[in-house]
């Protein structure tokens, strides 16, 4: 295939409803989707970058760059085989993991309908129906969060994660543990916590969570192996892992028993595949992460979750929950056993709505072909 042109979008879209973490309060997303022209076959892909640098460095803006000046250039008007070459070709970028993951995601949806496959099944996915969790944000009040966790479990998802951070944490577990002694729990401390608070992450044990995760520093496993030999708690590493040889360095130290993988994280669908690779080879269970995404990025990550390592229920939820209208058809939607039946058609598995991104669009440039020298 050819890229023949590369066409980035700004929609804004507000959430149905705030999500809260350790690190801020987000109500309305501001999200770079990417449209590719491979020899007349339109593909997308969703940069999940958010729109101020707190849970990595990247945001919206950093990848409009990024893809704009670098990525795009370094696609443009290239011939390839397979989506399995563009991390090579977007190599020489540092970083900008999110922004490179819009891209090459877009051109694995390309192949697949060029291939009139599922992208699921181009990637090696084996499962027809992937098991759903909620991730839910930090609340104004522990009732409104007993509230929200109520609708979900009716709901059917099979696990509940928490966002947590000093001063919204044991005494929020023991609430939810009063009502519901034996769901699947588990917590998001998005790095609240350093090895000063060791003492007080011990007491997390006492709530038999099936994971904590990324306690600790953003950067960091190093201090995790350190902290996991105190806990019985599983640690979950998310922000931590960006590469498969993350992922490996971090299995090796034993600073987690558990990985979340994003698609964006890792930069790409190619790492990710890889991440799971590696994953399932020291036998450590993976699950499919979430960032607000619509319906683009959502299809992604339902396709990445039937890979056969993906054995946790994931953050991949129903379009509803995040969106009064999603930008693709059908929503996205969940099944009263919290599950989502993976798509049969070729490709993402859902049409977008053009007209809706057009009307979404506050900002819309088309990249063309340069050479990047020096
Ligand atoms: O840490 O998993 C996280 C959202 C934004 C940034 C970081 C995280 C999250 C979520 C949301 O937990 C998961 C979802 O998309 O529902
Ligand atoms: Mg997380």
């Known amino acids: 295939m050819r890229i023949d042109r590369v066409t980035l979008r700004e929609i804004r879209m507000p959430l149905v409803h705030f999500f809260e973490t350790s690190f801020g309060r987000t109500t309305e997303r501001n999200i770079v989707l990417v449209e590719i022209d491979a020899e007349g076959t339109h593909a997308w892909g969703e940069c999940v970058a958010g729109e101020h640098?707190?849970?990595?460095?990247?945001?919206?803006?950093?990848?409009?760059?990024?893809?704009?000046?670098?990525?795009?250039?370094?696609?443009?008007?290239?011939?390839?085989?397979?989506?399995?070459?563009v991390p090579a070709l977007l190599q020489r970028v540092r970083g900008h993991r999110m922004a490179k993951a819009s891209l090459e995601n877009a051109v694995w949806e390309?192949?697949?309908?060029?291939?009139?496959?599922?992208?699921?099944?181009?990637?090696?996915?084996?499962?027809?129906?992937?098991?759903?969790?909620?991730?839910?944000?930090?609340?104004?009040?522990?009732?409104?969060?007993?509230?929200?966790?109520?609708?979900?479990?009716?709901?059917?998802?099979?696990?509940?994660?928490?966002?947590?951070?000093?001063?919204?944490?044991?005494?929020?577990?023991?609430?939810?543990?009063?009502?519901?002694?034996?769901?699947?729990?588990?917590?998001?401390?998005?790095?609240?916590?350093?090895?000063?608070?060791?003492?007080?992450?011990?007491?997390?044990?006492?709530?038999?969570?099936?994971?904590?995760?990324?306690?600790?520093?953003?950067?960091?496993?190093?201090?995790?192996?350190?902290?996991?030999?105190?806990?019985?708690?599983?640690?979950?590493?998310?922000e931590a892992i960006r590469s498969a040889r993350d992922a490996e360095a971090a299995i090796e130290l034993k600073a987690c028993g558990i990985i979340n993988i994003k698609v964006g994280r890792v930069g790409g669908m190619s790492e990710a595949i890889a991440v799971h690779d590696v994953a399932k080879e020291s036998g450590i269970p993976v699950w499919c992460g979430g960032m607000l995404e619509t319906g683009i990025g959502r299809a992604h990550n339902i396709a990445l979750s039937t890979l056969p390592n993906f054995s946790l229920p994931g953050d991949v939820s129903a379009s509803k929950r995040y969106w009064k209208e999603d930008i693709i058809e059908?929503?996205?939607?969940?099944?009263?056993?919290?599950?989502?039946?993976?798509?049969?058609?070729?490709?993402?598995?859902?049409?977008?709505?053009?007209?809706?991104?057009?009307?979404?669009?506050?900002?819309?440039?088309?990249?063309?072909?340069?050479?990047?020298?020096a």
């Not at 950093?62 to 370094?74: F, I, R, S």
């Not at 839910?136 to 009716?154: A, R, Y």
């Not at 990324?214 to 960091?220: E, F, G, K, T």
């Not at 039946?341 to 900002?363: F, W």
Request: net charge neutral; glycine share 6%; proline share 4%.
């Open 330 to 373: 059908p929503d996205v939607t969940v099944s009263p056993r919290g599950t989502i039946t993976v798509p049969q058609s070729a490709g993402r598995g859902y049409e977008v709505k053009r007209d809706l991104i057009e009307r979404l669009t506050v900002r819309k440039e088309e990249i063309k072909a340069k050479s990047v020298s």
């Open 53 to 85: 640098p707190f849970y990595s460095e990247e945001s919206y803006e950093t990848a409009w760059y990024a893809l704009k000046e670098y990525l795009a250039p370094a696609l443009l008007g290239k011939q390839f085989d397979s989506a399995r070459v």
């Open 110 to 238: 390309a192949e697949a309908l060029q291939k009139k496959v599922p992208m699921w099944k181009l990637i090696g996915g084996t499962r027809t129906e992937i098991d759903c969790g909620v991730s839910i944000g930090i609340q104004d009040t522990v009732d409104q969060l007993l509230g929200k966790i109520e609708t979900e479990l009716s709901a059917g998802y099979q696990r509940i994660k928490v966002k947590c951070k000093p001063g919204w944490d044991v005494d929020v577990f023991r609430r939810i543990r009063e009502h519901w002694p034996k769901i699947l729990l588990s917590c998001d401390a998005n790095s609240a916590y350093t090895l000063a608070d060791i003492d007080h992450l011990k007491r997390f044990d006492e709530f038999n969570l099936l994971m904590i995760e990324q306690p600790l520093w953003n950067d960091d496993f190093y201090f995790h192996a350190r902290l996991q030999r105190e806990l019985k708690t599983r640690i979950c590493l998310d």
